[in-house]
């Protein structure tokens, strides 16, 4: 599946599903890439190296949530 950045918040009108700005959005369907592109939802499609350090940050960002601490990167 393809990657891509959640520029705003939405709500997608078939699945229900909340996109919060931020997140990253996967699927296949190249036409609805199109349509959330052009309406300002989504940006590019991200590059596997970009995939990577956004999971990393996501998984440190949901520890930090539930330990209320952050993980020291020195």
Aim: proline share 0%; aromatic share 8%; net charge neutral.
């Amino acid at each position: 599946m393809k990657k891509y950045k959640v520029l705003a918040n939405f709500i997608d009108r078939f699945t229900k599903k909340y996109h919060a700005a931020g997140t990253i959005y996967e699927t296949d369907n190249e036409e609805r890439v199109e349509e959330l592109i052009s309406k300002g939802f989504l940006g590019e499609e991200l590059q596997k190296d970009s995939q990577e350090h956004e999971s990393s940050s996501q998984n440190e960002d949901v520890k930090e949530k539930k330990t209320g601490r952050r993980k020291n990167h020195s």
